[in-house]
């Protein structure tokens, strides 16, 4: 999963959480039990946790994924050489 499938799974479970719970409001509302909106929001928030837990397909968009080029490893002497560069950066 990449960023853009994060924000759309995201925005998935916000949506269904809004919706479960304005739908649990109302009914609330309309019977006079605030048990009904409580169930109505936490059944969204299983439901879209079931949906949100396996990796489906509609969450990984890599068409347009652009890795980086991997950048090759320098010799052993590296740290020494860029522990002298940093000095020598101080000394100017």
Do not use: H, N
């Amino acid at each position: 999963m990449d960023y853009k499938g994060q924000e759309r799974a995201e925005r998935v479970f916000q949506v269904l959480i809004t919706i479960c719970a304005v739908v649990g409001f109302l009914l609330g509302y309309k019977e006079q039990k605030f048990s009904y909106t409580v169930f109505c929001t936490l059944g969204g928030f299983f439901v879209s946790l079931i949906i949100m837990l396996f990796p489906l397909p509609c969450y990984r968009v890599r068409k347009d994924l652009v890795w980086q080029k991997v950048l090759e490893e320098k010799s052993e002497g590296s740290e020494d050489g860029a522990e002298t560069d940093s000095k020598q950066k101080k000394k100017k």
